[in-house]
């Protein structure tokens, strides 16, 4: 511009118009040429104001789009930042060329790396659930025909490493002047974790639902109005269970169904666990509907927010009015038992000390008689059924005698006891039955020295000795086998041997009674496994059976080792 402006005034300098008359007085210009310089002058001027409004008007837009992309890179920080708060992961659909691209979600909350994204359409669908696929673009491509709204679905999304999410996406649809569609952009969520949350709500929901007990959740008021907490839930047991309905209880404090004396009873204890915020379990009275009592076990237990702060409070209700009917039932059964054991205790010692007398008199009586020569045959020969009758009477008077003693005096007095010499003697105080049948007697003893009641344990193997070698079969020689073990610091005595043995089937619950015979055997009375067990359990022990018709008897005794 600046050269243009003086080309034009060489030119003017040098036109013939141009005439300057010098003289002593001075010079003059031609007129014409003094208006063209001024509108020159003027143009000049104006183009420069012209320039610097241009130029002015340049800079400040340089300066106002400089500060537009500030304030959009600004925009875009804050909007990536929020991105990566909401966890969403951004996609744009260029539905003209089916162009497909992801924001860096895609790679930070899905696991893909950028050389395995594609950006087309047909790399999202690959990557959604076969089961929602087609459901899901039926819905989609719907919503673009209709060109109204938002869009919104759930589905599950394939992750990088196989495993499928659960995805919420929300879309949106850009539309050009003509109302067409030509872009759709999108967020997807990842929502597995609540949909987790969900079905493990919905277990729950159903387990309270179908659960046989009372559920009830309270809503803790006690800091904000200082009074009990009030029922917002109860599921369909507590409705089954008390005959009120959620309209008749929502709103109220569960002290409200207990009895006067149940409240009276657990005030203390609820005050301070409502106060500790502590569990409580108590036992009460509840009111149904109809104004009838029932019992239940109540467990309260509060229930606290990600603050720490008791926002409710859970109870479980269970109906115990048939146990505590039992309960009553076998509190008044075992007064009755104690009172009957008494009676029949008393009655014993009656029996055995009473009785006795009379019996040595009897006894006496016909030691006299066997003195006298009876002629006539039929009183002689009820002399000797009258005298055999006698005898008999006072052997189990004297069976009942031990009996009573065992059961009145339970052993308490131990002392150590050789094994090994134990049955030695044992050996001894048989010795008819030890020639007569010959048994072949084997011994294995883990722990040789017990300490024991010793006349109890003489007993005790003495019954069992004689049982095998009285009821052994014929023809075949006896065989005893006695072993000792320690056990859970208890002695296990074991005895077997291989005689004709008991059916258990038919036996079981009378093998310890009292005069049970098994075997026809004619000095057998039905004392000695009753005695046995009466004397194992006084020490506070326990016996076992096992045993088969001609293969043989297995006896188990467990014994303190104290």
Not at 428 to 434: K, T
Not at 440 to 458: G, W
Not at 498 to 508: A, P, S
């Amino acid at each position: 511009m600046t050269s243009y402006y003086f080309l034009f005034f060489l030119n003017l300098a040098n036109t013939k118009n141009l005439c300057i008359n010098q003289s002593f007085t001075g010079f003059y210009i031609d007129k014409n040429l003094f208006t063209t310089l001024i509108v020159l002058i003027i143009f000049f001027i104006v183009t420069l104001i012209i320039l610097s409004f241009l130029y002015l008007k340049e800079k400040k837009s340089k300066k106002k789009i400089k500060e537009n992309n500030l304030l959009l890179y600004n925009e875009i920080e804050k909007f990536n930042v929020v991105l990566k708060a909401t966890s969403d992961t951004i996609w744009d659909w260029d539905t003209k060329t089916n162009k497909f691209v992801w924001n860096k979600g895609i790679e930070d909350f899905f696991g893909y790396k950028k050389d395995e994204i594609r950006e087309d359409l047909q790399w999202w669908f690959e990557k959604i659930h076969p089961e929602d696929s087609i459901r899901m673009s039926v819905k989609l491509y719907s919503f673009i025909e209709e060109k109204e709204g938002k869009w919104q679905d759930e589905y599950r999304f394939q992750h990088a490493d196989g495993h499928y999410c659960y995805i919420n996406d929300r879309g949106m649809l850009i539309k050009d002047k003509n109302d067409n569609v030509v872009r759709m952009i999108g967020a997807m969520q990842d929502i597995s974790k609540v949909k987790l949350e969900e079905e493990r709500l919905k277990l729950l929901e159903t387990v309270i639902n179908q659960s046989s007990d009372a559920i009830i959740i309270s809503e803790n008021n006690v800091a904000k109005t200082g009074s009990t907490p009030k029922i917002i839930y109860c599921n369909p047991a507590f409705t089954k269970m008390s005959g009120y309905c959620k309209d008749d209880i929502l709103g109220k404090s569960i002290a409200s169904f207990l009895s006067y004396e149940s409240v009276r009873n657990n005030m203390e204890n609820i005050i301070y666990a409502l106060r500790k915020k502590q569990n409580i379990v108590f036992e009460g009275v509840n009111k149904n509907k109809n104004g009838e009592n029932y019992w239940i076990s109540c467990s309260s237990t509060p229930i606290f927010d990600n603050n720490k702060t008791n926002t409710h409070w859970i109870s479980i209700q269970r109906n115990i009015t048939s146990e505590k009917i039992r309960e009553t039932e076998r509190e008044n059964l075992i007064i009755e038992l104690t009172k009957n054991n008494k009676d029949l205790k008393q009655f014993s010692y009656i029996i055995s000390h009473n009785l006795r007398a009379p019996l040595s008199n009897l006894t006496g009586l016909l030691a006299l008689l066997e003195d006298y020569e009876i002629k006539e045959t039929e009183l002689k020969e009820i002399v000797e059924g009258f005298s055999k009758s006698t005898l008999l009477l006072n052997q189990t008077i004297e069976d009942l005698i031990k009996v009573i003693v065992i059961k009145d005096n339970p052993s308490t007095l131990k002392e150590k006891v050789n094994l090994k010499l134990f049955f030695d003697s044992i050996i001894n105080q048989i010795p008819y039955l030890m020639e007569t049948k010959n048994p072949i007697i084997t011994t294995s003893f883990e722990q040789e020295t017990l300490y024991i009641n010793k006349p109890y344990l003489e007993s005790i193997v003495l019954n069992l000795m004689t049982n095998a070698l009285k009821y052994s079969k014929e023809n075949i020689k006896p065989e005893i086998n006695v072993s000792t073990k320690l056990k859970n610091n208890k002695i296990e005595i074991t005895f077997s041997d291989n005689g004709l043995g008991i059916d258990l089937e038919k036996n079981k619950d009378k093998i310890f009674g009292l005069y049970q015979r098994f075997h026809d055997y004619p000095d057998s009375k039905g004392l000695g496994l009753y005695l046995i067990k009466t004397q194992v359990e006084s020490m506070g022990g326990t016996i076992s059976i096992d045993s088969q018709i001609n293969i043989g008897t297995t006896f188990k005794i467990t014994l303190n080792n104290e």
